[in-house]
């Protein structure tokens, strides 16, 4: 019998599930490779992890390249059993076809031997299954008991920014250093009217580090704006309760700041005013093509905006306007507007924090769906699934797809208890103050110019500027 070369592969899972040790199962791998001519050249050890997703698991990923190698370092792979290798079967068939089709490496689990043929590989797929039908009981099991814990008041959550757990499901303790930087984030949206994006530059600038040690990004500090945890309120996986935490904050600072977020709508791919050239930069928008107007100060006599398109030769209709034009126009507007001239307008409901989360489980779903639509084309591309079952799994997606988009539109949907036009004369009227008055900043004109308008629209062929009014 002449010898294989092998890597060894143990994992021991957090869940609580009854399975040998490292050092046990690294014992029935050697004394099966002793007994079957095998030298093993590695094991591979995996401790303390769950092994449902390969990507969650350093040392399986770092077996699996070394085995595709070109030089061929190994004939086998062995493991315990079969669930030690993976827990799901998709994933179990993608990586053991990669591993035979390209390199001639097959996985061998010494307690569950198998006989050769089509024989063989069915007994190998019902241990497959049984192995993940297990898996998902399991975890079904443990979230039950996380859902158990948090119904009691247990903390087990990652801690906030600002906040340090100290174990045992006990009240998260606050971290001084952290919470300093949640203060000033807090402090310049609350009272010194700066945007994300202004407030991610300024951390950014003064080397201030996430606790990964990674620069801050806007998702970052939109998250600590947003969350209620910093008042007192406790909500995991839809369990909400008043914890018993130190708090840093009223619940009445948190729902004005709330209130704020929700009355500045922003349309899709808008981006904060401090990112822009000007404050109409992001609002003004090409009536032959939809694209935003940038903004052009070079020359200082007569500055204006013109269809970034247009600039870059995608259509030949130019769409230019003077600052001074649009400025005198929007003034007019508002002035009308105010002596009673007619006007349209759309809501858009509040934010509260329910939908808040509930948007962004259903944009995490559709991360998920994205994951799997590789994984299947994948199997499709190593020939693990037929073209039938490609376009059968490829439609099953697709649906899903299509059930939480619907879900998301649904969401975004104008609540029917739209506030009356007083109300955004109100908002008319403090905005053209704002506009209006020389010694306010670019940033706050910015500012209060997208709590009221979502666009305008300069339609240059009939020369007259279309606004779209908004409130929330």
């Given amino acids: 019998m002449s010898v294989k070369y092998a890597y060894g592969y143990v994992r021991v899972s957090t869940d609580k599930q009854e399975e040998l040790s490292p050092d046990s199962q690294e014992k029935l791998l050697r004394e099966y490779a ?17 092994g449902r997703k390969a990507d969650k698991r350093p040392e399986f990923q770092k077996m699996i390249g070394l085995a595709k190698s070109s030089d061929h370092p190994v004939d086998v792979i062995l493991v315990w059993k079969f669930s030690r290798f ?49 898996s998902i009981r399991l975890s079904g099991e443990v979230l039950r008991g996380m859902k158990e814990k948090a119904t009691k008041k247990g903390y087990q959550m990652s801690p906030p920014f600002g906040y340090r757990a100290v174990g045992n499901g006990d009240p998260y303790k606050i971290d001084q250093d952290e919470m300093k ?64 935490h130190e708090v840093h904050y009223s619940k009445e600072r948190f729902e004005a700041r709330m209130k704020k977020i929700q009355t500045t709508y922003k349309p899709l791919k808008r981006r904060d005013v401090s990112s822009c050239k000007h404050w109409l930069s992001g609002i003004l928008k090409c009536g032959y093509c939809g694209a935003s107007l940038s903004y ?14 247009y600039s870059k030769g995608i259509h030949t209709e130019s769409c230019s306007i003077s600052e001074k034009k649009v400025i005198a126009a929007l003034e007019e507007y508002f002035e009308k507007l105010l002596s009673g001239m007619d006007f349209e307008y759309s809501y858009h409901s509040a934010e509260t924090g329910e939908k808040i989360s509930e948007r962004e ?19 499709y591309e190593n020939e693990v699934d037929t073209l039938e079952e490609y376009k059968r799994n490829k439609e099953r997606l697709r649906k899903d797809r299509e059930d939480i988009l619907m879900q998301l539109e649904n969401l975004n949907k104008n609540n029917e208890d739209a506030k009356t036009k007083s109300d955004v004369l109100k908002n008319v009227q ?26 305008i629209v300069y339609d240059k062929k009939n020369g007259k500027l279309v606004f779209h009014l908004y409130i929330s």
Wanted: proline content about 3%.
């Fill in 296 to 309: 052009n100060g070079a020359n200082r006599h007569s500055p204006g905006f013109q269809c970034y398109k």
């Fill in 361 to 379: 489980s259903l944009l995490s779903e559709l991360d998920k769906i994205s994951n799997r639509e590789k994984r299947i084309r994948i199997a």
């Fill in 34 to 50: 002793t007994k079957n001519n095998i030298v093993i050249l590695k094991v591979f050890f995996e401790l303390g992890i769950s």
């Fill in 430 to 455: 403090t905005v053209y103050d704002v506009i209006k008055n020389d010694a306010i900043d670019y940033d706050t004109k910015g500012i209060f110019m997208r709590s009221l308008v979502e666009d």
């Fill in 181 to 244: 930087i949640v203060d000033f984030i807090c402090d310049e949206f609350d009272y010194h009217n700066s945007d994300v994006t202004k407030i991610t530059r300024k951390l950014n600038d003064m080397g201030v580090r996430t606790r990964r040690g990674n620069p801050f990004e806007s998702r970052s500090v939109e998250r600590i704006l947003k969350n209620p945890f910093y008042y007192g309120l406790v909500a995991w996986n839809g369990i909400t309760f008043m914890g018993t």
């Fill in 86 to 134: 993976a827990r799901n079967q998709e994933e179990s068939i993608v990586y053991k076809s990669l591993l035979r089709k390209q390199s001639n490496v097959d996985v061998v689990s010494v307690s569950e031997p198998l006989i050769d043929g089509p024989f063989g590989s069915l007994i190998e797929r019902i241990i497959e299954w049984m192995d993940e039908y297990y």
